[in-house]
Each structure stands twice: as structure tokens, then as C-alpha cells.
């Protein structure tokens, strides 16, 4: 790949150094009264630009069929992915590969970003050795960070390579379940400012934005179970937790821009100093962080919380660094910021649209906590089976992250055919169009959580529910996740019913930016019960 690139930038060199010898003699010849011969001048120079870019993308457009690997018609200069001003989110065009090789009954595919070759595994098996079996040749994610020159980005999401092995093998025991029954009780406390602000909104009949209610819940959770600190989000509007957070999710046309460009040109966007957080975010986090920490360390403190374990990390274990402790306490927040506000915001929906599901849920809540005296222990959430369905089918017909990306680090060899993926090329597994593959999953579109049950548990295919990944890259954080929605669900069913309001459009339309949300909002009426 590395060799044909060069031989192709060399032809483009050739073409443009012919066209410049023309171009000097043009000069040369031509009169500065000769509107003519500037006017060729002009046609000429354009000429042999158009040509020189026109090879270069004939040269990268051919690169899958050279390759074997089934490919799609592309177009000049964007490749397969379509022209911005047509507003397709990626998640949409990838799922839309994903159905078109799936309809030509291909078991993999290749597509262009521009002139940058990606890869689209579709048979499940490959999808599994991809993410498990294979995962040396894929290990990393190959997203720009510029680790030089920001603080906050030296986590899990973003490392790659022996980096990111030992990291992860450090964090791992972070996430045990001993450690998160170490953090229920924290977890636990920050329902109750969630449950006084829905009795205010039900006792005025009052419609719920419910994703606004989940963040700030969710919000509460990070701050209180990351840095230790009561962020009071249902109290303080404008608390910095909370617009922070929703600053680094914010997207506009410039964000996208440097983004696109870094993807594309990894190693000038290094040059050039492009970063992806904006300072005033890092500084944030940055500052929060060193003061925590300072502050329990000079004065001995000690809380059941993520900052705590990490601290002990770093201060006993001597197993961590200022720069680590800091990007790990920033990814743990980011992750659990919006991605699990989205899920719950979607499991409401669903839920205030299926009473039956809403009512089935809810009497295993009370079953449930009635062996536990009424009590919401960590034990008790782990024997509510059905909350675990009805959690795991949100998570499969609205994944928050939709596509699961993967850098190739080494040549592979395709095991059904003679292709080879070769290092450097960038891997797209799309999740969304996994999740609503009707061969996967009958009626994808029907939200039923009995797919998940322990009956049919063993007929979901291995690699086509991937809500968190899988493979030694899955998320760190699932048990945090998963811990935090029963808790929030336990919450709202045990003391109010949940139905539409009639500000929510159905059927949904979903909003794929970073996370997975839904266009206009999640409006809903809530009655005590």
C-alpha cells in the first residue's frame, strides 16, 4: 500500500513537472497584452490539475478491486461516503454499507473516505475473530489525539499498542465487582434529588423532558462517583459539571473539519499542533482533577469512589501517572456523561410505549425488594432478570456508539478468501446495522426484550450484538453502565407510571452525532403512584 502510494505521488510529480515545463514556456512566449495566450495559460494550468487529481483518485479507487475484496462504485472526490451538504450522518451511511454488501450477499467489503481505503466486515464470524480471536492484528482504534500537546487523552479510548495493553491490564481490577459494590451506596444517594424533582414536575402535571432529567442524574453520578464531589445538577442549572460536559459533545462544522482532517492526514495534524478537545474543556478537567486529588492526598481522605482507586494507584502502587490518573478520571466521566443518559432516555420511551413491558418490569421491582425489606441493595439488582432484558434490547435497537472502529496494525489474511487487509487500513464494524439485521434479529424495528431472555439467549449469533464492543477492547466501564441504569429504573418505576406526551414524535427519529439521541426529545407525563 505504502509502495503503490509512492508510485502513484510520483506520476502526479511527473504530471505536474511536464505541465510546469509547458507553463515556463507559455510564459516565455506569450505578450502581456495577449488575453489569449493568458487565457490558455489559465486552461492549461487547470488542466493539469484536474488530471494530476484525477489519477490520483483512479489510482486509490481501484485499490479493493486490486485487492479482491468486493467493493463499491465511488465517485469523485468523496469516495462512497456522501457530500456534506447532503447532512447523512456516518452512522447512517455505514449501516447503509453494512445492508448494501449484506444484500449482495457479501461477507465483507471495502469503501472510500475520500481516497482513504475502509474496510466493512459483515459475516459475524469474521466481526468475531476482528474484535477476539484475531485482535493482535486490530488492537488499536488509530484515532489523532496529539498526546504531546493535551493532557487528557492519554486513556483507554484513545491509546493504542503496548500503551494501552499495560494501562488497561492496571485499570481492569478498577472495574471489579467488589469495586462497584464498594460504590452502590454512592451511586444510590444521587436518586434521591432525582426522585424529589419528579415528584415536583408530577405534583404540578407538569411534561417531563426526560433526557434533560436523566443527564443531570447521570451528571450527579459522574461527579459524585468520579471526583467525589456533589455537582446538586437539580439544583444549580448551570452547575460547570454539567456545561463542561455538555461542551465536549457539542458539534459544529469546524470541530467536524479538524476532525475529518486529522483522520485523514494523522501525522500533518501532528505537525500542525490540530487538537480535538478545546483548552478551555482540558483546563477544566485538568484543574478539577489536581485539586481532588491534592486535596485528599494532603488531608488523608478517603471516599468509596473511581478517584480513590486510582489515587491508590498512583500513591501505593506507584503504578500510575499524574498525566494518567488525570486522562482516566476525564474518559470515565465523558463515557458516562451522555452515553448512559441516552440509553435510559431511549428505555423510557420504549417503556412509556409499552405499558405491558412498563408493568412487567415494575412487578419484578416490587417482587424483588420485597425479599429485600423494600430496600435497593446491590444484590437485589442483580436477581431483577427481566430489567437486565429490557436493558439489553435498548442497547440493541438504539446503540449508543453505532460503529465500532479499528486500525490494522498488520497484515491479514481474510480466512474465507485470498484478500489481505494490510496494515494501516482502517476497519468499520457497524453496530447499528448488526442490531437491526432482520436475520439476526426478526422484526428488528419491535422492542422485545424476550430476545434476551435466558431461553433465547443462546440463539443470538456470536458478533452481532456488540453494545459495548467485545474482545479485550470491550468496554471497561459495562458493569458501572449497567449498575447505574437499575439503579435509575428501580427508581422511577417503584414510584411513578410513565405514558407519551403528545410533544414527542413517534415514530422516533434519532440523531446520530457522537451518541446516539433522539430528534426533539423524549416528552413524557408522569403520575405518582
Not at 468499520?428 to 428488528?444: K, Q, T, V, W, Y
Request: net charge positive.
Amino acid at each position: 500500500m505504502v509502495a503503490k502510494s509512492k508510485q502513484c505521488r510520483q506520476v502526479v510529480l511527473t504530471i505536474v513537472n511536464i505541465g510546469r515545463t509547458h507553463l515556463h514556456h507559455f510564459l516565455l512566449t506569450c505578450t502581456h497584452n495577449n488575453k489569449l495566450d493568458i487565457m490558455l495559460l489559465i486552461i492549461l494550468l487547470f488542466t493539469i490539475i484536474y488530471f494530476a487529481i484525477y489519477y490520483y483518485f483512479k489510482q486509490q479507487f481501484s485499490y479493493w478491486s486490486r485487492r479482491s475484496v468486493p467493493g463499491l462504485e465511488p465517485s469523485l472526490p468523496f469516495g462512497n461516503i456522501a457530500p456534506p451538504w447532503k447532512n447523512i450522518p456516518p452512522t447512517i451511511q455505514y449501516a447503509n454499507f453494512y445492508k448494501e454488501f449484506k444484500t449482495r450477499r457479501q461477507k465483507h467489503g471495502g469503501v472510500y473516505l475520500f481516497g482513504k481505503p475502509m474496510y466493512i466486515p459483515v459475516d459475524p464470524d469474521l466481526i468475531r475473530n476482528i474484535l477476539v480471536k484475531d485482535f493482535q492484528y486490530f488492537s488499536g482504534r488509530g484515532i489523532h489525539f496529539n498526546a504531546e500537546m493535551q493532557q487528557c487523552f492519554d486513556n483507554l479510548f484513545f491509546l493504542d499498542g503496548p500503551r494501552w495493553k499495560v494501562l488497561r491490564q492496571k485499570l481492569t481490577p478498577t472495574f471489579s465487582s467488589g469495586k462497584m459494590k464498594m460504590m452502590f451506596n454512592t451511586m444510590l444517594d444521587c436518586t434521591k434529588p432525582l426522585r424529589k424533582k419528579l415528584d415536583e414536575l408530577a405534583d404540578n402535571e407538569e411534561v417531563i423532558d426526560i433526557k434533560d432529567i436523566l443527564a443531570k442524574f447521570t451528571t450527579d453520578v459522574i461527579g459524585s462517583c468520579a471526583f467525589g464531589i456533589e455537582c446538586n445538577t437539580f439544583e444549580t442549572e448551570d452547575s460547570d459539571f454539567r456545561k463542561y460536559g455538555k461542551k465536549v459533545f457539542e458539534e459544529n462544522a469546524f470541530k467536524a473539519l479538524k476532525m475529518m482532517f486529522a483522520f485523514n492526514y494523522e501525522n500533518l495534524a501532528k505537525k500542525l499542533g490540530v487538537t480535538i478537545l478545546d483548552k478551555e474543556i482540558e483546563d477544566f478537567f485538568v484543574k478539577i482533577s489536581m485539586e481532588t486529588y491534592n486535596y485528599r492526598v494532603r488531608n488523608n481522605i478517603k471516599r468509596k469512589d473511581f478517584m480513590q482507586i486510582l489515587i491508590e494507584l498512583k500513591e501505593v502502587e506507584k503504578n500510575l501517572t499524574m498525566k494518567e490518573l488525570i486522562s482516566q478520571v476525564f474518559a470515565f466521566f465523558v463515557a458516562g456523561f451522555d452515553t448512559s443518559s441516552a440509553t435510559l432516555t431511549f428505555c423510557l420511551f420504549e417503556l412509556a410505549s409499552n405499558f405491558d413491558i412498563q408493568d412487567r418490569l415494575r412487578q419484578e421491582i416490587f417482587e424483588v425488594l420485597n425479599e429485600y425489606n423494600g430496600e435497593i441493595t446491590y444484590e437485589a439488582i442483580h436477581e431483577m432478570k427481566y430489567m437486565e432484558q429490557v436493558i439489553n434490547e435498548t442497547l440493541r435497537k438504539y446503540p449508543v456508539v453505532a460503529m465500532i472502529l479499528r486500525k490494522c496494525s498488520q497484515d491479514y489474511q481474510v480466512p474465507f478468501s485470498n484478500s489481505i487487509i494490510e496494515a494501516g487500513t482502517f476497519t468499520i464494524i457497524s453496530a447499528m446495522g448488526l442490531h437491526r439485521d432482520p436475520e439476526h434479529f426478526p422484526n428488528p424495528e419491535k422492542f422485545d426484550p424476550d430476545r434476551f431472555s435466558e431461553a433465547n439467549l443462546s440463539k443470538i449469533r456470536a458478533g452481532t450484538y456488540l453494545p459495548f464492543g467485545d474482545g479485550p477492547r470491550i468496554c471497561i466501564g459495562v458493569r458501572f453502565g449497567m449498575m447505574q441504569a437499575k439503579i435509575c429504573l428501580i427508581t422511577l418505576l417503584r414510584n411513578f407510571e410513565f405514558s407519551l406526551n403528545t410533544q414527542t414524535k413517534v415514530p422516533l427519529e434519532l440523531d446520530f452525532g457522537f451518541i446516539t439521541n433522539a430528534k426533539g426529545g423524549v416528552w413524557l407525563n408522569c403520575q405518582k403512584l
